[in-house]
């Protein structure tokens, strides 16, 4: 049985939504979560992790006594991402040393051409270590910073030939056209951020610097997220959380402030201090997230005969052109395991826009890339996705130093022009950098 009111209403099923609910739980604060399937948090660093991340949820684990935390591990399986542009194509996800001669091979102006005998000369295990120490070191030293409002600043430790690739990677991917006379890096970056972030980037400020170098060299996983939520849910009714699988069918505000909510299941009304959003709004409600930067949806290609499995596919690829850089048709994703698993296509977030609106954009894409990669296409159809990727193209903020790691970007819950008081915008969206990292830092901040 629900109670009537409660401290945090949590709107979204998700991995953090589960985090947050359960640290609540832990500071006393009554709490319960809505999975209203509606209520999309389907986004492609949530499940595709580095070590960065995963390090990250290890500490809350182990800070609130998470068990199913502490055992991340098991709930990832190897994955594989790929960046593909019309002249060359990137396959990252493996060991750090694998990582970085694949990078130096299709990006040689990285490193010194005399330099790259001491590249090959290192043993995996060798420099296994030597990485993971300075990315345990960075992410330790972000979670510090986040509880400050100043950055600080990160300096690689290791080899001079490591220093070199680190310092021309970020000039390189913040060089102007101007100076750089091409879009070689212009799209490394575009398509790291789609993969890192799901924001749109054309220049990293100094503090997202080391955190993509560590993304691009890091092993990356695919979480079972269906097994781990699963046990977190049982976690966060054990703790004295309420659940509840249902749809929210009216929601009551007064003077621009969130007063009660009715759910489709009939528990009557529910009333709530705070209600945390930790996804994609979906069209259908009466309020909108507000924000200076635009929004893609998503139209997917899918399977027909698509059996729902708990074992999701390990294999993303990204795709894109110089011509498309700053376009509104930017990428394509292929997700992949044994097989085609989805095919993602994106289109502005505008008054009126629906995803049957590009139905024939989608499926003229999709045959293209299928020659271009290729795949199997199979018997396919097309669907609405519920997922989003935020344009941050037109950004611009020159700074030399760095900046606090839990930065807010402008990220309203409003009805018309008004923002509705009580209402929170957690998705992956909330913090200007860091992705699911500064997510995994702020749940615990506040």
Known sequence: MLKNRYQEILVGMSLMSLVRGIISLHRNRSTLLIDDKRFSVDNYPGHFLSEMEILALLRIGKKFDVPELLDLRQFLIPARLEFATESLRLKLGGSPLSNLKEVLRKYPELIEASDLDQVYAEQEEAFAAIFMTELRRYESQCFESSQRTKGQR?????????????????????EEYNASKNLKFAGLLHLLGLSAEEKLKTKL??????????????????????????????????????????SVQFWQMHENKFENL??????????GERVL????????????????????????MAPVKRITAPFPPTSLTFMTSSDLLG?????????????????????????????????????????????????DKGATESTHFGGATLDLRPLRIDRKSEGPVLSKLPMDISEGDRVIEGFEYWGPFRYRSLGLLALCYGVEAN
């Not at 690689?156 to 310092?167: A, N």
């Open 154 to 174: 990160f300096d690689l430790q290791g080899p001079k030939w490591l220093k070199t690739v680190y310092e021309r990677f970020g000039k390189l991917l913040n």
């Open 205 to 246: 400020l100094p503090e997202e610097l080391p955190y993509y170098f560590f993304r691009l060299l890091s092993p990356i996983y695919r979480l079972q997220d269906f097994f781990l939520t699963t046990q977190l849910k049982r976690r966060l009714t054990l703790l004295g959380g309420d659940y509840k699988e249902s």
């Open 262 to 271: 009715l759910l489709a299941s009939f528990e009557g009304v529910i009333s």
């Open 277 to 300: 959003f930790f996804s994609h709004l979906p069209e259908e409600v009466p309020f909108s997230l507000r924000s200076p930067y635009s929004l893609f949806r998503k139209s997917q």
């Open 327 to 375: 376009s509104e048709r930017p990428y394509r994703v292929m997700a992949r395991g044994a097989d085609l698993s989805y095919y993602h296509w994106p289109y502005p977030e505008l008054p009126g826009s629906k995803s049957e609106f590009y139905d024939k954009g989608l499926q003229d894409s999709f045959n293209a890339d299928s020659e271009f990669m290729p795949f």
